[in-house]
């Protein structure tokens, strides 16, 4: 068992982080402050093929694996979690499905918009009234004979009002519960598209995240996405990628701060010498060092299974459990050993603290991932 990343991997990482240093950092806070989303950089991350990575370069992707791409959004996370999400939601939520579940002509049509950044997309499963439950989706779409007549209120979209291409989840047959969701691939011109409200949130406010209304919006049949009435196992198998793509965001939030943290510490003087030579914070350092390697090699493993095409869903519920626990616990830690300077706006850990909250949440919270976990656990074995 090699952990030793390829030299493709390794270039793939250094040219993420030396876009992060050089074209995320100097703005991250600014946008943050402003919650303004940083279309510059979307533009160069399409140019510099970070959008597409996994998907063949037949449609316009980088032709590498899933490893390459969770490093990608690993080392910009690092510097702006809002960026990273992005990358994630864009390539894992959107250009994902449409790569696993879509026909050919799908793929053709709307994957190199989406692995070039020419358009962006944005993954719309989640509803005011159903959240983790999806059985209360309210979204309804209507076979017209030619065409699908869409009515949806979606809620926390990211990328929301940005994007060009959306996944819509909606009921065909309500009378089957789940078992009558269907997706769909709407294109973000389409008539009838409304951008609701735009959320003020805690964290990850260069991310823009909306309410999204679909009235009467008209949706060519070819745009069913998988088969009739699949779209919740759809769904879920869409999130099991995505868990790996939230699992290196968060991933790169707890890195950060623990970097942030350890530079301040050799720096830093109190009762006459620097904090790092003070056992009591060296021996807490050690135990978080311990946590993050932990969260780094269940992220890694996650994606290398799925680029080997072994199961991968306990393992992704895993990373992002295990990873986002990191970030939430480093950060806060971080804050704590930089003591009142931690607190103040002008060091990046405390924009860090508030993104690495959500980690926690999307894509399902803890809870779910342990639930995912517990039934893998006690599945009858073969």
């Known amino acids: 068992m090699d952990f030793r990343l390829t030299s493709e991997q390794e270039a793939i990482r250094k040219k993420a982080a030396d876009f992060a240093k050089e074209y995320v950092e100097p703005v991250a806070a600014e946008l943050d402050e402003k919650a303004e989303f940083p279309h510059e950089n979307v533009k160069r991350m399409g140019e510099l093929g970070f959008l597409g990575l996994p998907f063949p370069k037949e449609y316009e992707g980088g032709g590498t694996d899933y490893l390459s791409y969770a490093l990608v959004v690993e080392e910009i996370a690092k510097i702006d979690a809002s960026t990273a999400i992005i990358v994630s939601a864009n390539t894992s939520l959107v250009g994902g499905p449409i790569y696993m579940y879509g026909t050919e ?8 918009d989406l692995a070039s950044g020419r358009k962006i997309g944005a993954f719309c499963l989640t509803e005011p009234d159903a959240g ?45 519960g789940v078992g009558g969701i269907s997706a769909f691939i709407v294109d973000g011109a389409s008539e009838g598209i409304r951008t609701g409200k735009l959320e003020r949130k805690m964290g990850m406010r260069a991310s823009q995240t909306a309410e999204m209304h679909f009235e009467n919006v008209r949706v060519p049949k ?22 790996i793509g939230v699992g290196a965001q968060a991933l790169g939030i707890a890195e950060g701060a623990f970097e942030r943290m350890v530079d301040y510490m050799m720096e830093r003087e109190q009762f006459g ?67 009142g300077y931690g607190y103040m706006a002008e060091r990046p850990i405390e924009r860090m603290y508030r993104d690495a909250k959500i980690t926690e949440i999307y894509e399902g919270t803890s809870e779910v991932q342990q639930m995912v976990i517990a039934a893998d656990t006690f599945a009858p074995r073969k």
């Open 222 to 243: 070819e745009n069913l996405l998988g088969e009739l009435g699949k779209g919740f196992d759809l769904a879920m198998g869409t999130l099991d990628g995505g868990r």
């Open 132 to 176: 983790t439950d999806a059985s209360r989706l309210k979204a309804t779409a209507e076979d017209k004979g030619d065409y699908y007549l869409l009515n949806a209120h979606k809620k926390f979209i990211t990328n929301g009002g940005i994007a060009g291409t959306y996944i819509v989840f909606a009921m065909t047959d309500k009378s089957k």
């Open 273 to 339: 010498i620097t904090l790092s030579r003070l056992d009591t914070l060296r021996f807490s350092v050690a135990r978080l060092r311990m946590q993050l390697e932990s969260a780094r090699l269940l992220v890694y493993r996650a994606a290398d299974n799925k680029d080997k095409g072994l199961p991968y869903k306990a393992e992704a519920a895993m990373a992002k459990l295990a990873a986002s626990e990191a970030a939430v616990d480093l950060t806060r830690k971080s804050i704590q050993y930089h003591g």
């Open 105 to 112: 002509e799908q793929k053709k049509k709307f994957l190199p």
